[in-house]
Nanobody
Framework: QVQLEESGGGLVQAGGSLRLSCVAA????????MGWFRQAPGKEREFIAS????????NYADSVKGRFTISRDNAKNSVYLQMSSLKPEDTALYYC??????????????WGQGTQVTVSS
């Protein structure tokens, strides 16, 4: 089993920045893809970004491309999401996931509990 714990969410004004962190514990394996998803109230869970095991390949949703950056530190069993130029529509519960680099949430084996990001206008 792998446990994922997100942190770094909060309330920020539009145009601001936040950095989300996700730490993996348990039977961690650095050689797996990781991803970030988000879910706003009344909406489906949405793919945000993913990163390959070595960190050399990254994929982003069009809605965040150029504003968000995913990275990882395998020595710390961690993956990060740097979010800039935040918009009110970025408000959601953000989840870290492990086990894939694909955009479909059902391809990921492990999930964190989520961290809330709220962007005020």
């Amino acid at each position: 089993q792998v446990q994922l714990e997100e942190s770094g969410g909060g309330l920020v004004q539009a145009g601001g920045s936040l950095r989300l962190s996700c730490v993996a514990a348990g039977r961690t394996n650095s050689y797996v893809g990781m991803g970030w998803f988000r879910q706003a109230p009344g909406k489906e869970r949405e793919f945000i970004a993913s990163i390959s095991s070595g960190g050399t390949w990254k994929n982003y949703a069009d809605s965040v491309k150029g504003r968000f950056t995913i990275s990882r530190d395998n020595a710390k069993n961690s993956v990060y999401l740097q979010m800039s130029s935040l918009k009110p529509e970025d408000t959601a519960l953000y989840y870290c996931a492990a086990g894939s680099t694909l955009t479909a949430s059902n391809r990921y084996s492990y999930w964190g509990q989520g961290t809330q990001v709220t962007v005020s206008s």
